[in-house]
């Protein structure tokens, strides 16, 4: 079982910055592909960016609304993934949530395709607000 919390959301306006963490705990952090999905209002869970786990040599990938702008990484010493957003726009509003997987089909499907599978663990999410 993977727990996984979130830190960093909040206001910033257009044009600015963000981090974003990911804390994870209760699995080899090593050994997980971790993601960034995003969900505005009304609209439904989208993956953002996602890393790879060691076997994967750490291989990242972007939404294309996000490539050049959010930057993927991780420090598995800390068990901490993070997502760095630059050059904001109002279109990146949305509650953030950290997703972890581990086996080989899952990591396929969630790193590579930014599908959904039962075997992610979430984090709660945390809110970012992009406005003036």
């Known amino acids: 079982q993977v727990q996984l919390v979130e830190f960093g959301g909040g206001l910033v306006q257009p044009g600015g910055s963000l981090r974003l963490s990911c804390v994870g705990s209760?699995?080899?952090?090593?050994?997980?592909?971790i993601a960034w999905f995003r969900q505005a209002p009304g609209k439904e869970r989208g993956g953002v960016s996602c890393?790879?786990?060691?076997?994967?040599?750490?291989?990242?990938n972007y939404a294309d609304s996000v490539k050049g702008r959010f930057t993927i990484s991780r420090d598995n010493a800390k068990n901490t993934a993070y997502l760095q957003m630059n050059n904001l726009k109002p279109d990146d509003t949305a509650v953030y949530y950290c997703?972890?997987?581990?086996?080989?089909?899952?990591?396929?499907?969630?790193?590579?395709?930014?599908?959904?599978?039962?075997?992610?663990?979430w984090g709660k999410g945390t809110l970012v607000t992009v406005s003036s």
């Open positions: 997703a972890a997987v581990h086996d080989a089909l899952s990591v396929q499907a969630m790193c590579e395709m930014f599908r959904i599978v039962d075997t992610i663990s």
């Open positions: 209760g699995f080899g952090w090593e050994h997980l592909a």
């Open positions: 890393i790879n786990n060691n076997d994967g040599a750490g291989k990242t």
